[in-house]
């Protein structure tokens, strides 16, 4: 698996080796497929587990000795029949439910070679951000609706400080 825009947060957590950290926090690798026209890959919970029937994100729990980016590519072999092609590190969410505490590793996954089906028997389905129609979703997910909706460029300026022709004219010589 190719994993680009490494960061050292990300490295740092893929550092830690195995399914619970020293907390006792259960490690998770999670992959946000994203096709061309926006929409995102969602997987519903199968029955015997806990949860059942929620709506997630494809992944699931790092074994001993795996680093995040390879228990994803086992996972999405395994649930989805995928191989991932191009990924990158995007966000760590720690979430506490009441069976167990765990720490999501959010995965951008921007190219896959095959056509994810559920391998498992479980369902899945391509969703709108911002406009799902598959219902209820797993609580820890909140905080990727919320990213989804974010633009994937904002500019964040010192124009107050600087004075707004200086900032154009700066802005305007490193464009």
Do not use: C
């Amino acid at each position: 698996m190719a994993v680009r825009a490494r960061t050292r947060r990300s490295a740092r957590v893929e550092a830690r080796q195995g399914t619970l950290n020293d907390a006792g926090i259960v490690r998770v690798a999670v992959a946000v497929l994203q096709r061309t026209d926006g929409r995102v890959l969602l997987a519903q919970r199968l029955p015997g587990t806990p949860y059942p029937g929620y709506w997630e994100f494809p992944g699931g729990k790092l074994e001993a000795g795996e680093s995040a980016s390879i228990a994803l590519a086992r996972e999405l072999d395994e649930e989805l029949g995928i191989q991932i092609v191009r990924a990158a590190p995007w966000l760590v969410q720690r979430y506490a439910y009441p069976h167990a505490d765990v720490e999501l590793n959010f995965f951008r996954i921007f190219a896959w070679r095959g056509e994810p089906r559920g391998r498992m028997g479980q369902a899945i389905a391509w969703q709108a951000p911002g406009a799902f129609d598959v219902a209820p979703l797993l609580p820890a997910n909140a905080v990727i609706l919320r990213a989804l909706e974010l633009p994937p460029i904002y500019g964040i300026s010192m124009a107050e400080d600087l004075g707004e022709d200086v900032f154009l004219r700066r802005a305007q010589v490193a464009i």
